[in-house]
């Protein structure tokens, strides 16, 4: 395929990136659809908005978030290298935001959009929940009501979250139908959606849905991208060799990855989720998948031959979705963008690592960017420079993670 | 004159029935519809993920995959209805992707040798058209769209550009099987499309008794019904056929002789 001359122009005037992403909804739907579009374009003319946003991720958010230079993570990971091996890693801090996760960027221009647009209610689909808190949050800040669905499974795995929603005044709403995880709660999500279009917008937690959901929480979460690059060039007068992120949907890779994507010597690498191992149950949709159609947008997906979409499977709540933005599988299609799978054992031990040798103790979603980061260093040279996103605090996987340990809480 | 357009030129308003591909003994309801006095069939595609859809339909799904249901399976039940009845039109519904999974034009290609005559994609929209329609029309399918309570004035010109069959307008802005419109509603929602549009015009979403049936059967060109459809199959199994039947033939009369003047 011929490179196009930029890699940061997508999507085109219908939401489609490639082949992929578009609008695939209800009828229902479209009119409001179109309108997100209308009001999602005239606001990005609008200097007030983005003055009110950037107000809100500095004072409120507490952006920017440090860059971090790790340098016992970087030892750590040259003691196993051969000489003259063992990459500088460098972490990139939104777990250190309100709320800890980069989420919140997200949710903060959504909501400024929703009272833009003159919408009263709030409902949002949560995997981890930390989207979920995020909205809370926002919603909570703003003083609009907001409805939760999130999966029963993901209901029991991150109690502590289902708690901090109900204390910020959301509704959360269990979601029984399928394996009960991410994808349930978007459908259930959706079917709100459908009913309530007349008062309600809806928060979607990922660079995925419909057009033009991708583009607009891309542009919010490339946030991190652009201090990244500048904190880069400021503290070393170079920009970074290699971007690691962990991918559910995808929105906090695209968020770093976006801003770089024209930096031709920057190479990108994108983390799914490999679950028991690609050939047992995982969410790796990229690794496992194949292009087709589900919430809203066309991507790959763990699919069967029927067009049955599967049951995706990760440690990681977060990760757990068996589709990705399309974004991203159009940058894998164009290969500008590398994609790698961790499984739930290689999260795991990554995890313990970056707690022991940093003292920070990563979400089980980014832990999956630093078992890939971990694998990498070692084969880049000394002054070559990793920087991987630390997307989130693991404050909310303790049991899972006590659990997968055998540990007793 | 297509099959589709033959069921909407009888003398009386056409009753449209949904059922799930899979749920239960298919081919014996689909029988039982036509013997009942269906007047269009609409043959649900199931799927894992059924985001338009209520409680009833996404059970009817999940009872249908669980048992095994495929594609193949999906065709080979309408191949079999062709060959049992040459004249009642038969159209799928559901999901894009079961339908473009294997790439439009295979799905086309075996609608058209299924006998199928028209598709109805819950979530592809005029502006995805390209996805599906253009194989559609190619193998002489009908394309049949959605209107809803939210396509206004400005919308319905895009969504009628490119239909065929008929129009299926949902009377309420929600998923299947909740609560049915206010009938003053659906009068204003069924005029302003007849106005617009040569097609006719089937009203669906949350019918369940005769007596709504004929309501919406006085102003609009057919009724459609599924949910309580499919939850009668939910409840009975292998023994819904006789209770389908009893149903629809209710509804039948009810909806054939809504605009007969009472003696
Ligand atoms: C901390 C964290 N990282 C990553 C993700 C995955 O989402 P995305 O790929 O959109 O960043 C989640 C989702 O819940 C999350 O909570």
Known sequence: MNAPNSFRNQPDERGHFGQFGGRYVAETLMPLILELDREYRAAKQDPAFAAEFDDLLEHYVGRPSPLYYAPRLTEALREGAPAGKGAQIWFKRDELNHTGAHKINNCVGQILLAIRMGKTRIIAETGAGQHGVATATVAARFGLPCVIYMGARDVERQSPNVFRMKLLGAQVIPVESGARTLKDAMNEALRDWVANVHDTFYIIGTAAGPHPYPELVRDFQSVIGREAREQMLKRTGRLPDVLVAAIGGGSNAIGLFHPFLDDAEVKMLGVEAAGHGLDLQHAASLAGGAPGVLHGNKTYLLQDEDGQIAEAHSISAGLDYPGIGPEHAWLRDVGRVEYTSVTDVEALDAFQLLCRTEGIIPALEPAHAIAAVAKLAPTMDRDAIILANLCGRGDKDIFTVAEALGAQL | ?263
Not at chain 2, 53 to 81: E, M, V
Not at chain 2, 155 to 184: C, E, H, M, N
Request: aromatic content about 4%; charged content about 15%; proline content about 7%.
């Open chain 2, 1 to 263: 004159m297509t099959r589709i357009s033959t069921a909407f030129a009888k003398p009386h308003p056409a009753l449209v029935c949904f059922v799930t591909a899979g749920d239960g003994p298919t081919a014996a309801i689909l029988d039982v519809l036509v013997a009942g006095g269906a007047d269009v069939i609409e043959l649900g595609m199931p799927f894992t993920d059924p985001m338009a859809d209520g409680p009833a339909i996404q059970a009817a799904n999940l009872r249908s995959l669980g048992a095994g249901t495929t594609t193949a399976d999906i065709f080979a039940l309408a191949t079999g209805f062709r060959a049992r009845h040459p004249a009642t039109p038969l159209v799928l519904m559901g999901y894009a992707n079961p339908m473009v999974r294997r790439g439009a034009e295979w799905f086309a290609a075996h609608c058209a040798a299924a006998g199928v005559d028209g598709v109805i994609c819950v979530d592809i929209p005029p502006e995805e058209d390209d996805a599906l329609g253009p194989a559609l029309r190619a193998k002489g399918i009908a394309p049949i769209r959605l209107a809803t309570p939210t396509s206004d004035a400005a919308r319905l010109p895009t969504i009628l550009d490119g239909s065929a069959g008929f129009v299926y307008y949902v009377s309420v802005a929600g998923i299947t099987g909740k609560q049915q419109a206010a009938q003053g509603s659906i009068d204003e929602a069924v005029a302003r499309l007849k106005a617009a549009t040569d097609l006719p015009v089937a009203v669906g979403f949350g019918v369940r008794t005769p007596e709504q049936a004929a309501a919406i059967a006085r102003v609009a060109d057919g009724v459609v019904v599924g949910s309580a459809i499919v939850e009668l199959v939910g409840e009975h199994g292998d023994s819904a056929p006789g209770k389908v039947r009893e149903y629809v033939s209710a509804l039948a009369n009810a909806v054939h002789s809504a605009r007969k003047v009472p003696a």
